[in-house]
């Protein structure tokens, strides 16, 4: 009988070019244009002399279990990056693809089922995945389309923004903003990452923050499953502990809340509580503390959204590329 991560790594097999399958001979696009599918460097294949066989093993949870857990976890933040996606017809048909289902119903168990989750965290999460699973459907496209556009508007600053940098104490430091764009750009390069040049979206979009930890997942059960230096995984897991502190754990209360009261759309509604509960279930794992859902929006600052102006991407749709 297949394990778990078999299981998703098969149903995602036969799914159109382009997207996530994780362990095949093509790499699937990325916002990080140097990742492969598997999240080993392209240059660093695993050799002998790095294995360690008690790498992986300080959760307590046999290998397997850790190698299963590490690969439903980067399937969910990539799913969730692709929903939150300004949205083609492909990217759509590959949500709602019954392969695409199956692997999402298989990496939800994995995590509900997991050593780190309480009752409460698993019937949340498998509650918020059954609303999301009914309410995907190829026929809700064009619904969920415009309620998309509705809610996040043409331009990074909505009432609910897709963006780290707009939520955030109100006295904070006027630097707050940049330092917050820099550091993530710090957690990238970090890791060999580079944003691929058709991303469309600034450093803080919530699909470049769940790409990144998709990406570190992914690392994570490579690390498990070629046994490598037990030094190596144990910073790729502190990297995953301080992202959630430090970012994405500590605005997507905030977002989800205001997504799910932004709109009465029922798949965007579903994704919103899916997010929220995923994310919940990541920072008790690591043991971090989500952010509040009340963090308010920064006031707009007006010289800074000139020089966003700049670049063009700021008025554009969600997700959408700059053009000359």
């Known amino acids: 009988m297949p394990t778990p991560s078999e299981q998703v790594r098969n149903a995602e097999r036969g799914v159109r070019s382009g997207e996530w399958a994780a362990r095949t001979d093509t790499p699937r696009r990325s916002v990080f244009g140097n990742y492969r599918a598997d999240g080993a460097p392209v240059s660093d294949p695993a050799s002998s002399e790095n294995r360690n066989p008690r790498a992986g093993l300080e959760t307590g949870a046999p290998l397997q279990a850790s190698i299963d857990l590490a690969i439903a976890r980067s399937f969910l933040h990539r799913f969730l990056a692709k929903a939150y996606e300004d949205h083609t017809p492909e990217g759509w048909a590959w949500?709602?693809?019954?392969?695409?289902?199956?692997?999402?119903?298989?990496?939800?168990?994995?995590?509900?089922?997991?050593?780190?989750?309480?009752?409460?965290?698993?019937?949340?999460?498998?509650?918020?995945?059954?609303?999301?699973?009914?309410?995907?459907?190829?026929?809700?496209?064009?619904?969920?389309?415009?309620?998309?556009?509705?809610?996040?508007?043409?331009?990074?600053?909505?009432?609910?923004?897709?963006?780290?940098?707009?939520?955030?104490?109100?006295?904070?430091?006027?630097?707050?903003?940049?330092?917050?764009?820099?550091?993530?750009?710090?957690?990238?390069?970090?890791?060999?990452?580079?944003?691929?040049?058709?991303?469309?979206?600034?450093?803080?979009?919530?699909?470049?923050?769940?790409?990144?930890?998709?990406?570190?997942?992914?690392?994570?059960?490579?690390?498990?499953?070629?046994?490598?230096?037990?030094?190596?995984?144990?910073?790729?897991?502190?990297?995953?502990?301080?992202?959630?502190?430090?970012?994405?754990?500590?605005?997507?209360?905030?977002?989800?809340?205001?997504?799910?009261?932004?709109?009465?759309?029922?798949?965007?509604?579903a994704l919103a509580e899916f997010t929220r509960a995923f994310i919940e279930s990541e920072c008790v794992r690591f043991g971090v503390t989500p952010g509040s859902e009340d963090l308010l929006l920064r006031p707009v600052d007006d010289a800074a959204e000139r020089m966003c102006d700049s670049c063009g991407i700021t008025n554009l749709p969600p997700g959408a590329l700059a053009t000359a």
């Open 95 to 269: 949500l709602c693809d019954a392969t695409t289902h199956d692997s999402l119903r298989t990496a939800t168990a994995v995590i509900a089922t997991s050593r780190q989750s309480t009752a409460m965290q698993a019937d949340s999460l498998m509650d918020s995945l059954h609303k999301l699973s009914a309410a995907l459907s190829r026929d809700a496209a064009t619904r969920f389309h415009d309620s998309y556009l509705a809610t996040f508007g043409h331009a990074a600053r909505g009432s609910c923004p897709l963006n780290e940098i707009e939520y955030g104490d109100l006295k904070a430091d006027p630097l707050f903003q940049p330092h917050r764009l820099a550091d993530l750009a710090a957690f990238y390069r970090a890791f060999g990452l580079e944003v691929a040049e058709d991303a469309g979206e600034r450093h803080d979009h919530i699909c470049l923050e769940l790409e990144f930890l998709c990406v570190l997942a992914a690392k994570e059960a490579y690390a498990l499953e070629h046994q490598l230096d037990g030094e190596q995984l144990a910073q790729c897991r502190d990297a995953q502990r301080k992202f959630l502190r430090e970012h994405l754990g500590r605005w997507t209360p905030a977002f989800t809340r205001r997504l799910a009261a932004a709109t009465h759309e029922p798949t965007l509604r």
